[in-house]
Every structure is written in structure tokens, then in C-alpha cells.
């Protein structure tokens, strides 16, 4: 069945850096467009990053541009997320996302920036 499994969330301080990856497995990932997605407590889920199926187009909400960089691998059918210089607003559920032929979510992994 498919699967998107998300890891490499956990606590940060500020200006400090994690990576988030999300393995997929069940359906053609190279035909898929890849997204990152996050949800802060109280606040509706946001589009932070895209990365088209080929991996040659990408986009970033504004909030994120600069300091996030979205990559992937599909010979090892996996989406990256390489946070950088993270701040307290940047805490929040980060969703990967599949996006093509069907639209696929995976159960979310929890970042937090705190000092």
C-alpha cells in the first residue's frame, strides 16, 4: 500500500538546523510532484515547499525562501526538507505530500524551535 513516512523532526534551538526526510513506497514516485507541508497549532496547514516530479522545478512559500531548500532523490524514491537558521515561527506539524495521478499525505512529523 502507499506510504509516506516522514523523519528527522524534533527540537531545535533558534538559527539551528534539521533535515526532514520523507520515504515513499507504493505507488511510481518519479511520476509524482513532492511537497512539504506544515500546520502550527491554531493555524490552518501550509504549503512551505514543492518540488516538481523530475525535481527541476521547486517553490517555496515566502516565509521560508532562503532558508529552506527542498531536494529529492528517486532513485531512493525520498523527498529532503534542509531547514536552516529555523525560528520559533517555524514550529509546526510538517506534512509530506503526493501530488500527481492520485494525492497521497503522510502522518507528519513534529518540528519545534525553542530555546
Known amino acids: 500500500q502507499v506510504q509516506l513516512v516522514e523523519s528527522g523532526g524534533g527540537l531545535v534551538q533558534p538559527g539551528g538546523s534539521l533535515r526532514l526526510s520523507c520515504a515513499a513506497s507504493g505507488f511510481t514516485f518519479s511520476q509524482y510532484g513532492m511537497s512539504w507541508y506544515r500546520q502550527a497549532p491554531g493555524k490552518e496547514r501550509e504549503l512551505a515547499a514543492a518540488?516538481?516530479?523530475?525535481?527541476?522545478?521547486?517553490t517555496y512559500a515566502g516565509s521560508v525562501k532562503g532558508r529552506f531548500t527542498i531536494s529529492r532523490d528517486n532513485a531512493r524514491n525520498t523527498v529532503y526538507l534542509q531547514m536552516n537558521s529555523l525560528k520559533p515561527e517555524d514550529t509546526a506539524v510538517y506534512y509530506c505530500n503526493a501530488w500527481g495521478p492520485k494525492e497521497y499525505w503522510g502522518q507528519g512529523t513534529q518540528v519545534t524551535v525553542s530555546s
Open positions: 518540488i516538481t516530479s523530475a525535481g527541476g522545478g521547486t
